[in-house]
Nanobody, 131 residues
Framework: QLQLVESGGGLVQPGGSLTLSCAAS????????VGWFRQAPGKEREAVSC????????KYADFVKGRFSISRDTNKNTVNLQMNSLEPEDTAVYYC????????????????????????WGQGTQVTVSS
């Protein structure tokens, strides 16, 4: 069974840091492009960051540039999202998604002819930034 599981969410004060991890089971995550998305209460889902197969290219939403960093750990079969200088506006449920096609995993971060959802999604992890 192919599965993605996010972890690392929690409560953090403004200005703090968290590292989210997206772990894959049943498949090799390094063979897939991976994206991080988030959805805050009452708001639409938005793309946060993505990384291509092999990690040669990364993309970030403007609102996280310079604060978030995405990376692969092929030994652990994970993709991590390092989040620094967190702001209350970063409060959301964060989801990772994987797809063999970059345009799907990076949906919202790259120009594509058609919007197609990534094949695999995790269940999400809550990030709350509050004092």
């Amino acid at each position: 069974q192919l599965q993605l599981v996010e972890s690392g969410g929690g409560l953090v004060q403004p200005g703090g840091s968290l590292t989210l991890s997206c772990a894959a089971s049943g498949f090799t995550l390094a063979d897939y492009a991976v994206g991080w998305f988030r959805q805050a209460p009452g708001k639409e889902r938005e793309a946060v960051s993505c990384i291509t197969v092999g990690g040669s290219s990364t993309k970030y939403a403007d609102f996280v540039k310079g604060r978030f960093s995405i990376s692969r750990d092929t030994n652990k079969n994970t993709v991590n999202l390092q989040m620094n200088s967190l702001e209350p506006e970063d409060t959301a449920v964060y989801y990772c998604a994987a797809d063999r096609f970059r345009g799907r995993a990076c949906l919202g971060l790259v120009s594509v002819a058609y919007d197609v959802e990534p094949d695999y999604w995790g269940q999400g992890t809550q990030v709350t930034v509050s004092s």
